[in-house]
């Protein structure tokens, strides 16, 4: 999508990744992307983790009970309900936020230097979008979706804007 709606035909985006082709930058942006999947295969490792677990957001570690030998006080997880619950789901979704937020930065820098409005653009609507997640999470852990699945749309075309710079430049 970002090659249709930015990057093709673009004069001032065509100079600035033969910059890039110059001083040999395009393998710094195809790193970069690098990064990203791998970041992206280790959620999907945990993803896969959770549901065999069946521990549901927003917990994010499982905690046994210690004690007297043979103690069957079960395990401890995060408070879901009222306004416990709103907390905690408010909090996790701010890490989450962290969480994306060092590469996410990375994305910005790297695509702005080629694509500095279109940038700006796809990152604003990012956070506006995580923000839209953020209270709808902390209504309820479905209520985080909306907002979460559109904010991706948003980073894979920086992503797209960022593999392709690096491809382009190290072709030229």
């Known amino acids: 999508m970002a090659y249709f709606f930015i990057v093709r035909n673009n004069e001032k985006g065509d100079a600035k990744v033969a910059i890039l082709a110059e001083y040999d ?20 490792n945990l993803g896969v983790a959770r549901k065999a677990a069946k521990i549901h957001v927003p917990d994010q570690q499982v905690y046994q009970v210690k004690g007297a030998e043979g103690s069957k006080l079960g395990y401890v997880l995060l408070e879901g309900e009222g306004v416990l619950g709103r907390f905690n789901r408010a909090q996790r979704a701010l890490q989450n936020y962290n969480e994306a937020a060092p590469i996410t930065v990375l994305f910005f820098a790297l695509g702005g230097f080629v694509y500095p409005q279109a940038s700006l653009v796809l990152i604003s609507l990012f956070s506006v979008l995580r923000f839209v997640s953020a209270l709808g999470y902390t209504s309820s852990a479905d209520g985080r979706f909306g907002g979460f699945l559109a904010s991706g749309a948003t980073l894979f075309m920086l992503d797209g804007l960022v593999i392709m710079s690096g491809i382009r430049s190290i072709l030229l």
């Open 25 to 44: 930058l395009g393998y710094v942006y195809i790193g970069a992307f690098v990064l990203k999947i791998l970041q992206h295969a280790m959620g999907i």
